[in-house]
């Protein structure tokens, strides 16, 4: 793959992380402590993207 294709599919931080969820989760987000499936966003000022 061309590194400018690889640039194109992922512009930023954000798209990247969250393709990186899709593979990893594959849309079920599970705890790795506990495999607990019930998680939300942690959203607020000092909350950084990718926080559950
Ligand atoms: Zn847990």
């Given at each position: 793959m061309h590194i400018d294709k690889l640039r194109d599919s992922f512009p930023d931080d954000n798209v990247c992380r969250q393709f990186l969820e899709s593979v990893i989760w594959a849309g079920c987000r599970l705890c790795?402590?506990?495999?607990?499936d019930k998680s939300y966003a942690i959203r607020g000022k000092t909350a950084r993207a990718g926080l559950y």
């Open positions: 790795p402590g506990c495999r607990y």
